[in-house]
Every structure is written in C-alpha cells, then in structure tokens.
C-alpha cells in the first residue's frame, strides 16, 4: 500500500507520530468505516488490533519484530480509566511479549526480546469508559515513548530476577510481587494452562513481560499532563495569547543575549535564545507549552542587523528526493512548514554590534505568497526529475524562497533517484522576504 493510501509514511517516524497524533482529541470512530468491533469485553486488544487494521492499515501478526519493522518502533493501545478523584490512572498493565522460558535463559538483558519491544514505542491513550462502544473510547495522548534511562537500572533488575527463577528451574514460582516496575504476568486463556521449562519437570504458568499499572500510570499522568500553561497573574486572565506573550517579554526588551542568560542563569548554548524564551515564559525547557500545542505555534528566534535584514535565513528540515519528486506541493512537508504559525521572537544589532532583545511577532506565510513558494518547490522537483538534484533554486529566481545545502559538508548526502547521491538540502525563506514581513506584521 502506497503513503498516499496510507496516509503516513511507514518509513518515516516523524510521518508515522504524526500520523497517530490526528486521533488525540477524538474516537476511532471520527476516522474508520467500522460498525461495530468484537466484544472487547470477550477480547481485550480487539481496540488495539482495530487501531493497527483500520487506522494504520497493517495486517495483524504475532511476528517479535517491532510493528512499524521498518523503523523499529512498536504500537501499543492502553487504556486509563477516571478514579473515584476524577483522576486519571492506569486500567491494566501493558503487556509486550510473551516469555520463551526456553530462549530467554539465553538472552542477556540489553538483547533481550523485552527490551527489542520497549525500547521505542508508539504509546497511544484512550479513555475506558465502561457501557461506552470501543470505537467511541475518546483518545487521549498519542507520543512517542521509550523506558527512561532513570528507569532502566530497576526495570534491568525485574528483567534479571524473573530471568534468574527461570534458570534455577522455578518458572512455576514467578510472582508479580517479585519486582517493582517490570513484571512477569500470568497469559493464558484458561488459568490451567501450564507450559515446560527448560530446567525443571514441574510445568509453569505461561507468562508476557508487562509494565505494571502503577508504573503506567506514572508515566501516563508525565504524558498527559506533560503540557505547561503559561503562568497568568490575576489581572491577565483575559488577555489574549499575543497581548500575554508581550507582557511577558516587556520587563525584557533592550537586553542582549549575555545579559538575558546571567538575568536567568544560563550557560551558553546552541539553543540559548530559545531557553531564555521559555525562562521568559515561565515553563522549563522539556516541558510542551499547552497555548502553543492548541494553536500550532512554533517560537523561533530571529536576529536582524542594524538595518533589519535576518541576519541569517530561515531554514528548513532537509527534504528527501525521492518523495519530493513524488508528492504534490498541495501534500508536501514544505507547504505544511509554511502553514504553521511562528512566533518571532526579534533581536536586533545595536551600534556596537550587539544583539538585544527588540520584540515579537506572530508570523505565517499569508495565501497570497504560496504561488512563490510553489514554484520554487516545482522548479527544485523538476530539476530532480532532470537528474539535476545538484542545481538549487536561487533566491534571485523566487522572490519568497530558494534552495541550498543544509548538510554539515559535502560528504553529508542524500541519495536521489535519477542520478548520484547529492549534497543534503533544504528550501529557505528569503531574508530580503523575511525583512518586509516582519516589517509589515510589526507595523499591523
């Protein structure tokens, strides 16, 4: 099946994350043509198995790669419930793989299938709620995840103390009591199914290595709550998001860089403006900012000389040859990084050469400009199409954009499909283009 029926790009992580992202905030139902799913009641997983069939379009299989094999990463559906608090926990553990008594005596912790699983995971939150059809659970979160390095020294000690019961031959002695985060849950239809051992005769319960529900709903509150509120002071509960942001920047403006990270405590960095951006805001560098998640804004820094051109153009991540020659402007990444919102946050050159803190602005790409923006897309894919992925598109061919290398040197390439690997490239705004827009949106 091709991306376009797909729907994501099954190579691509970033294509696949976002692709899960769109059910955030709806039901399976808002997006598959099903009528009714098996019981879950009778089957637990049927949600998720709807998930992988009807909204990732892969067929189901019990292969110990991970689902998306291409880019190693794992699906997993689980569900929270409200508590008698109203707060949100955990229903059931998340379960990965099940236990080969006979090959995990032979595995080590780092190789282990466990681990192969959970290592990178596509963890996707839905609300139970009892009496309420599967494909109307509302979902929740949809992130990218993987076991936190604080984590791994303990859920490595889980891992080993199952392992250890198996080796001394008492598999039929496993207990969820024996660890604290990983566990070594029952799995069997029927609570009298029993399986071999490799070093002993007694048969023991079949098993699957699983995250508890107490450790899952840690990391389900970190993943959901993970979003930070600008902090509003009594009189700024009713402004607007521009009219906060300038508040929060004012007591600010006028000071350069240096002075901005002593003011906050910050050491230099490749990304100093934009933590003095968060410290300015008053939410910490990892934490999502929860106004910018709903209205799609971006921060990005900017610095003009004394006369106000960007000292530097604004790029873009590298594009891939191959898709760029077959995807349509209309479905392109570049239209999509033209359509998000920006917000400039503006430092300008003083005399002495200097960069101090002047403004900021919110910034898209107004309509009237994407008939530039795509010629200068379908100028670089014909030039492609031509074997000619090494010739860009000059800013003095677009007024908007232009094309040129974004890799670390000349070595740093991409392969292309009708000719030899090409220098890593990327399509830039124009810094004369930049210099009338922030003109224009300042003056508005």
């Given at each position: ?6 729907g994501?790009?099954?190579?691509n ?47 189901l299989?019990?292969?110990?790669s ?16 409200k508590?008698?608090?109203g ?15 006979d ?27 009892p ?63 029993r ?94 900012i ?37 995807r ?106 930049l ?10």
């Open positions: 099946m091709s991306k376009d029926e797909l994501y790009d099954p190579t992580v970033t294509s696949i994350v976002e692709y899960a992202q769109r059910l955030v905030g709806h039901t399976l139902r808002d997006f598959v043509y099903v009528e009714e799913l098996t019981d879950t009641r009778r089957r637990r997983g049927s949600f998720g198995n709807a998930v992988e069939e009807y909204y990732f379009k892969y067929g299989n019990s292969d110990s991970p689902d998306f094999a291409e880019v190693g990463l794992e699906l997993k559906t689980t569900p929270v419930k508590n008698s608090r707060e949100l926990v955990s229903k059931e553990r998340l379960v990965f793989t099940m236990i080969d008594y090959g995990v005596v032979k595995e080590d912790f780092e190789h282990s299938q466990f681990l192969k699983k959970a290592r990178d995971v596509l963890l996707i939150t839905y609300l139970y709620e009496g309420k059809n599967a494909l109307d659970y509302v979902i929740e979160a949809a992130a990218r995840w993987g076991l936190p390095e604080e984590d791994i020294p303990q859920i490595r000690r889980d891992w080993e103390t199952v392992v250890e019961k198996v080796r001394s031959g008492h598999a039929e002695d496993i207990s969820g009591g024996d660890t604290l985060y990983l566990e070594a849950c029952t799995k069997a239809a029927d609570s009298t199914v399986r071999s051992q490799p070093f002993s005769d007694v048969p023991a319960k079949p098993r699957a290595w699983a995250l508890k529900a107490s450790y899952m709903t840690a990391i389900q509150r970190k993943i959901i709550d993970g979003m930070r509120q600008i902090p509003r002071s009594e009189d700024e509960r009713e402004l607007d998001l521009l009219c906060l942001l300038r508040a929060r920047f004012a007591p600010y403006v006028g000071l350069t860089e240096k002075e901005l990270a002593g003011r906050f405590g910050l050491s230099r960095s490749k990304n100093l403006c934009a933590r003095i951006t968060r410290r300015i805001l008053g939410v910490g560098d990892d934490e999502k929860e106004e910018f998640e709903k209205a799609g804004i971006k921060p990005k820094t900017l610095r003009l000389r004394a006369n106000g051109r960007p000292k530097e153009a604004v790029s873009f991540p590298a594009f891939d040859y191959f898709e760029l020659v077959e349509p402007f209309e479905n392109s990444d570049c239209l999509g990084y033209l359509s998000q919102k920006y917000l400039f946050v503006i430092y300008r050159e003083d005399e002495a050469g200097e960069y101090r803190l002047r403004d900021i602005c919110f910034w898209q790409m107004p309509e009237r400009d994407l008939d530039d923006a795509r010629a200068c897309y379908e100028q670089m894919q014909e030039n492609v199409r031509q074997g000619r992925a090494d010739i860009s598109v000059k800013s003095s061919e677009n007024r908007c954009c232009h094309v040129r290398p974004h890799g670390q040197t000349k070595k740093d390439t991409k392969p292309q499909p009708f000719g030899p690997p090409v220098v890593k490239k990327c399509f830039w705004l124009n810094q004369g283009y210099q009338g827009e922030i003109e224009r949106v300042l003056k508005s």
